[in-house]
């Protein structure tokens, strides 16, 4: 395959400069910097899960959420997760269960240093937001023995049929009335404040319309963004502790501009080499990425001209592209009807559905599944998947295998291997309609 | 051994190798319009499909005697076992004779594979029956009210006539009976473990999978009487051991031999925990459905798929230790298996909190060799034997 980088140089500048990453950046360094001080400034600190997080309610009550999930893959991203998932292996975890949570234990073994190199406060409530990850749940137990804190349980059935049942809605609902706001309560010492949260669902709402839209620039061809690997970065303040906020709100709406105005330049995704010169292929992606060498695989696909159009991992914290918006006028069920929604939570037959219509209306012309060792909720099944939606699409799928955080699953050459031979298939086939 | 428990023991073996479900075809055969709905670990209520007249049929896999040819294709290699095998058995028509599939909530394995059976058998029934994590009454119980309400209807259209209280009441008894054998022969185990060898127990729990419960009630009862009678099985100078682990993907037989030769009588264990998830009898007067519900709340097992509000991990473990005056615990999970080894740290805390001795080791369904598993066993018994302050 060619190994010419495939970037447009003059616009590498200004790449590295996009005032929504300066943005994110200032975002992310104030959160970590607010928790690192939380309890000397009389915050309280709650630990929670990205599936099903319920960020404005948290929110309403002045508390700082910390996400597990997000400190273990930048543990990955800065190659400290080996050593972290050594630490708690040597402490009697196995070499088979999920990485991210050994990461997590061997980051708090190891004094809970985070991303910006200051130390995690300890949890003042564990908020178990038990959506499509049965793992989430060992998760907090084990936590919840190293903290010795209250947990607040919130189960969210499972949407095997893909719809909401309005008996899984009332048990949420329920949970969140006896459970879980009682719980923030008397942790905060606040009470429920209504009028606070639709005044942040509001602006969630209007974040969301934004990062749909973005997510939906896809759709042009060229794409002005890709929807995977630059998507991770574009959910992250929507996934995390940002809903709900001003700087949320301001975040999409920069970032929207700035996609606005490459669709109009006709550039293409930002990659860490430039601006993505020709897209070669436009694919869909299903799984999460991995973490550890993020760059390295994002590169095996922008070398080719290969843009991710869209992706289900970039789901996996809401479908606000299926139409979901948090409600102001519906709070509460809102929020229930966000953590029923969330992908990994979906049935497999309505995962297969999702990327079915992604395929079609992306235009895509292919679509891979990195399947990564650690995570079941998404693993199972995507064998079956790949069939179902080449029979369904006629569009040839790839499989590659890696793992979130732990390099010892990241075998670069094979995986380099493997995208590069699939690749010269769809050139391959495309040639031959061509010819036809 | 007697020829009564030769026989008995055959019967039961005979059902163990059944992969074809040979039983439960000759068991719909023997009447018309009889239908099996089969479940998958851990719990389901199992009541609901005996009141509407159907086989509730109990599904592990394929164990070691299986040749896995297409259900690889569907699996990764870092996902377990249980169900590639399940897979190949559907396939290959041996679950031909299931009319639906339940896949209760124990782990992503099994609630993804809910999915993928709807989609490789479009035709049939298939429900995931997704348990509550929540206990309150007022809350998981009416979440899980109204779950057990839409799994009646839906077993009822199955069936072709409405599930009537009065019908779930009496199979509400029939499991009674059922789970009280089981306590019996758990109990006659702890007590005298040389007349009930777990390799044998096992035979007889695998044989209510396929059994309608009243068959099996009354071979587990046939078992109890005839066990004791055998004069060659006499105490022997064995460690006492309570198995952990093995409450979804069920070891291969050879596994629960290779331990008893290696030393240790098996005095507590969660194999096929299901079979005996609700842990006294249930209510047969007043609401049946509603006494299903309180059941389950109140009196489920302990185990590593369910939510613990109190966050107490092992205390059942360390009670079952004391309970069962076993002097040793060995973890024995599935390789793969989420809830099992993410539950297992904990309950190693609290051993060592108790001073109580365990050793660990991970099998698959199909796993052939024991030899390192002997060794380590047989030093296991030898230690806490020798060494042990008890």
Known sequence: MSSEPRKDASSQDQAQKERSM?????????????????????????????????????????????????????????????????????????????????????????????????????????????????????????????????????????????????????????????????????????????????????????????????????????????????????????????????????????????????????????????????????????????????????????EEGAVVVASSYTKVGGLYDRGFRHDPARPLESLADYCLGCYTNLGLPTRVGLLEQYIRDYRADGFMINSVKSCNSFSVGQLLMLRQLEERTGVPGGFIESDLVDPRYFSAANIKNRIESYLQMLQQKRAVRVQA | MRPELVELTNRARELFDDLDLKAVRAWKEAAPGRKAVGHMPIYVPRELIHAAGMLPVGIVGGGDRLEIIRGDAFFQSYICHIPRSTIELALSHRLDALDGMLFPSICDVIRNLSGMWTMLFPDRYVRYVDVPQNYERAVGGVYWRRELEILREDLGRLAGHTVSDADLSRSIAVYNENRAAIRALYEARSRQPWFYPTSEVFLFLRAGNLLPPEEHTAMLRQYLKLAPLEADRCEQDQSRVVLVGMFCEQPPLGLLLTLERAGCWVVDDDLLLGLRWITCDTPTEGDPLQ????????????????????????????????????????????????????????????????????????????????????????????????WSEA
Not at chain 1, 107 to 133: A, E, F, R, V, W
């Open chain 1, 22 to 302: 300066l943005l994110q950046k200032q975002m992310i360094g104030a959160h970590y910097d607010a928790l690192a001080t939380a309890h000397e400034d009389g915050r309280k600190v709650v630990y929670t899960f990205v599936p099903g997080n319920l960020t404005e309610l948290m929110r309403a009550f002045d508390v700082l959420p910390v996400l597990p999930e997000i400190n273990a893959l930048q543990s990955g991203m800065r190659k400290l997760s080996g050593d972290y998932i050594a630490e708690a292996e040597k402490q009697g975890h196995s070499e088979d269960v999920c990485t991210y949570v050994k990461c997590d234990i061997g980051m708090l073994k190891k004094g809970n240093i985070g991303p910006t190199g200051k130390k995690l406060p300890p949890p003042d409530l564990l908020l178990l937001s038990y959506t499509g990850c049965f793992t989430f749940m060992k998760w907090f137990e084990l936590l919840r023995q190293e903290y010795n804190c209250p947990v607040a349980m919130l189960h969210v059935p499972y949407q095997s049929d893909g719809q909401i049942h309005e008996h899984h809605r009332d048990y949420i609902l329920d949970q969140l009335r006896t459970e879980v706001i009682p719980k923030l309560e008397q942790v905060t010492g606040r009470r429920y404040d209504e009028d606070r949260l639709r005044e942040m669902m509001r602006l969630s709402a209007q974040a969301e319309d934004d990062l749909v839209w973005v997510l939906e620039s896809a759709k042009n061809v060229p794409s002005p963004i890709d929807a995977y690997f630059g998507g991770v970065y574009y959910i992250g303040p929507m996934f995390t502790a940002f809903r709900g906020t001003e700087a949320g709100v301001e975040y999409y709406r920069t970032l929207r501009q700035e996609i606005e105005e490459r669709l109009r330049q006709g550039l293409g995704p930002v990659t860490p080499d430039g601006s993505l010169g020709t897209e070669r292929y436009r694919l869909v992606i299903e799984g999460p990425p991995n973490w550890t060498s993020f760059r390295e695989f994002w590169k095996m696909f922008y």
């Open chain 2, 291 to 386: 006494n299903l519900v309180e059941a389950y709340l109140n009196h489920s097992a302990v185990t590593a798929s369910r939510y613990l509000p109190d966050g107490d991990h092992g205390r059942g473990l360390v009670d079952s230790v004391r309970q069962n005056r076993a002097e040793g615990v060995i973890f024995c999970a599935p390789s793969f298996c989420d809830p099992a080894l993410l539950e297992q740290p904990m309950l190693v805390r609290a051993l060592e909190r108790e001073g109580i001795p365990h050793t660990q080791f991970k099998y698959s369904e199909d796993t052939g060799q024991f030899a390192v598993i002997r060794e380590q066993a047989g030093t296991f018994s030898d230690s806490i034997r020798l």
